[in-house]
């Protein structure tokens, strides 16, 4: 079964600066996507980034970019410039290419410093 | 453009009431989908659909049912709710292999 593990239950960052958030997942499937969604305290969630297996280009979105190595099973998000509205929960999640089911992560609560 | 609405935001119920969750989308998604969320857990697969009159189990479908009549709306069930569902409920659609838009969160208590 497919499994997706984000080890940092909370990380913190001062505005301005970088972080990264780790996800690493377990598959055997070679064909897949991967994702990060982000929750705000107002529990929306919404779609950070996405990445294609298939592509070895890591996806970018602005401020927000993945280092994904496919080999490690790694999907990590950066999340350059940290503003404070970057205050949310963050979730991975997995997707294989055959299903339309998402497979979350535990999340990781990310606060932001003036 | 409303996205995805779920219906009621809130609610508490005792243990052993029954209630429904409405969820509609207007964007003509085939898939559509019910997640729960716990403290310090992701959002896990309760039951899903593929299509109008089709509805699948998830993860986590025990004490729970869903129908799905028309396409822009699917509908969860708890026949007798008991506390342990006690949760944060989420639906979500989409089009096959793209993206799932989430709706705002339904906050359900069961005492």
């Known amino acids: 079964a497919q499994t997706v593990t984000q080890s940092q239950p909370e990380m913190s960052v001062q505005e301005a600066e970088t972080v990264t958030l780790s996800c690493t997942y377990d598959?055997?499937?070679?064909?897949?996507?991967l994702f990060w969604y982000k929750q705000p305290p107002s529990r929306q969630m919404i779609l950070v980034i996405r990445?294609?297996?298939?592509?070895?280009q890591n996806a970018t979105e602005n401020r927000f970019s993945v280092n994904f190595q496919k080999a490690a099973k790694s999907f990590s998000l950066k999340i350059s410039d940290s503003q404070l509205g970057d205050a949310a929960m963050y979730f991975c999640?997995?997707?294989?290419?055959?299903?339309?089911?998402?497979?979350f992560g535990t999340g990781t609560r990310l606060q932001v410093f003036p | 453009n409303a996205g995805v609405t779920q219906t009621p935001k809130f609610r508490v119920l005792k243990t052993g009431q029954s209630m429904t969750l409405l969820c509609a989308q207007d964007?003509?998604?085939?898939?559509m989908y019910w997640y729960r969320q716990d403290p310090g857990m992701g959002l896990r697969l309760i039951h899903y659909?593929?299509?109008?009159?089709?509805?699948a189990k998830g993860e986590v479908p025990d004490g729970y049912n869903v129908s799905r009549l028309k396409k822009q709306n699917f509908l969860l069930g708890l026949e007798s709710a008991a506390p342990s569902q006690t949760s944060v409920y989420f639906c979500?659609?989409?089009?096959?292999?793209?993206?799932?838009?989430f709706g705002d969160g339904t906050r359900l208590s069961i005492l």
């Open positions: 979500a659609s989409s089009y096959f292999a793209q993206p799932q838009h």
């Open positions: 598959t055997s499937e070679s064909d897949y996507y």
């Open positions: 990445q294609e297996a298939y592509k070895q």
């Open positions: 999640a997995y997707r294989a290419a055959d299903t339309d089911k998402l497979i």
């Open positions: 964007m003509n998604h085939e898939y």
């Open positions: 659909s593929v299509g109008e009159g089709t509805t």
